[in-house]
Structure formats: C-alpha cells, structure tokens
T-cell receptor, first 111, second 112 residues
Framework: GENVEQHPSTLSVQEGDSAVIKCTYS??????FPWYKQELGKRPQLIIDIRSNVGEKKDQRIAVTLNKTAKHFSLHITETQPEDSAVYFC??????????FGTGTSLTVIP | NAGVTQTPKFQVLKTGQSMTLQCAQD?????MSWYRQDPGMGLRLIHY???????DQGEVPNGYNVSRSTTEDFPLRLLSAAPSQTSVYFC???????????FGPGTRLLVL
C-alpha cells in the first residue's frame, strides 16, 4: 500500500508570514493529492488538490506543488492569518481506490 | 442539500456491545468511505464503497462491517466493541474516486 509522511507535526508562524507543510509518498502510481483543513472539533474540509499531471496549483493565498520524481508535495500558505490556525492533512490516492492520509500538521498563527 | 450526515454524534459502549454508525448523503455520490481518527495518526480508512452493492476493505477493517444497499446510505457496524475502537469516526463521500471528498460531522465513540 501507500505510505504518506507529513512534516512538521507542529508549526508556529507570525501573522503575515508564510507557512510550508511537506508530504512524501511511496507509491509512484499515486496520482491525486488533496489537502484538508480541520478546525478543532470540526470535520476535515478540502482546501486544495493537485493531480499528477500538474506541477503547481494556486488558489489565492494557498498553493500546492508536486514533484513526481522525488515523490513529494507541499502546501504553501502566504500572508497567514489567525483563522488559518488549524490542523492540516495531506493525502494521496493511487489506483487502488483508497486514500492514505498523513498524520497532520498543527498550524498556529500568532497575531 | 444536507450533504453528509452521521448519527449519533456521541456514543458510549461497553466492551462486547455491538452498534451501527449511520451515514447518509444526498448528493448522489458513488464513492463513500469510513475513516477513524486517532490522535497523532491522522485519518485511517476502514472500509469504502465505489457504488451500491460494492464494498471493500481499507487499511484498518478488522472489527468492522459495512454494507451499501443504496447509493445514499453506508452504515458501519461494530460487531463486538473493544476499547481500541475508541475513536472519532468520519464518513465521507465523493462523486467519483480521486475527487473531492466531503466529510460528515463525525461520531465520537467511547468504549469502556
């Protein structure tokens, strides 16, 4: 099966700074990589995703990059705001009909 | 649309008891799945379904059963609850595989 590793497990940044979260995957057949944001006590919600035929995708302050050769993908949040504080999960999906999640990054944005 | 709904929100069980966690979606999604979320371990796939009548095991299926008799419903059954099954359970659905997954609000389960 797939193995997704996520780093760091915790991240603190000053408001306005950038935050970067990195994930690696093991199965070269994986081709869909979503990122989810989960606020305390709430359900995970998709914030951005990328497919293996694309190297980068942006949505306002959020971007995701994918390096298929190195089998890693990263989430970039610019101009962070206190409401960005949450746990972020990366995931990978291969041809086996399954999603594999990273262990999460707890992001704290300090006002 | 209600999206993905789950009941109950919270449940306490004794070891050995059985119960069913309910999940329903009104978006006509083909793909549905069940995850458990434990501290420091992310979300782990228990079972999934790619359509009515079709189910398959995920990463951690032991102790759980599922069925998919309709497109809308995907119940998760705990056969004989164990303390190791204490967790938060999320149901999710998506139109197809490798598309955006929509999660339900979760069920918090405590097994004593």
């Amino acid at each position: 099966g797939e193995n997704v590793e996520q780093h760091p497990s915790t991240l603190s940044v000053q408001e306005g700074d950038s935050a970067v979260i990195k994930c690696t995957y093991s199965d070269s057949a994986s081709n869909y990589f979503p990122w989810y944001k989960q606020e305390l006590g709430k359900r995970p919600q998709l914030i951005i995703d990328i497919r293996s035929n694309v190297g980068e995708k942006k949505d306002q302050r959020i971007a995701v990059t994918l390096n298929k050769t190195a089998k890693h993908f990263s989430l970039h949040i610019t101009e962070t705001q206190p409401e960005d504080s949450a746990v972020y999960f990366c995931a990978a999906s291969n041809t086996g009909n399954q999603f594999y999640f990273g262990t999460g990054t707890s992001l704290t944005v300090i006002p | 649309n209600a999206g993905v709904t789950q009941t109950p929100k919270f449940q306490v069980l004794k070891t050995g008891q059985s119960m069913t966690l309910q999940c329903a979606q009104d978006m006509n999604h083909e793909y549905m799945s069940w995850y458990r979320q434990d501290p420091g371990m992310g979300l782990r796939l228990i079972h999934y379904s790619v359509g009515a009548g079709i189910t398959d095991q995920g990463e951690v299926p032991n102790g759980y059963n599922v069925s998919r008799s309709t497109t809308e419903d995907f119940p998760l059954r705990l056969l004989s609850a164990a303390p190791s099954q204490t967790s938060v359970y999320f149901c999710a659905s998506s139109p197809y595989l490798r598309e955006t997954q929509y999660f339900g609000p979760g069920t918090r389960l405590l097994v004593l």
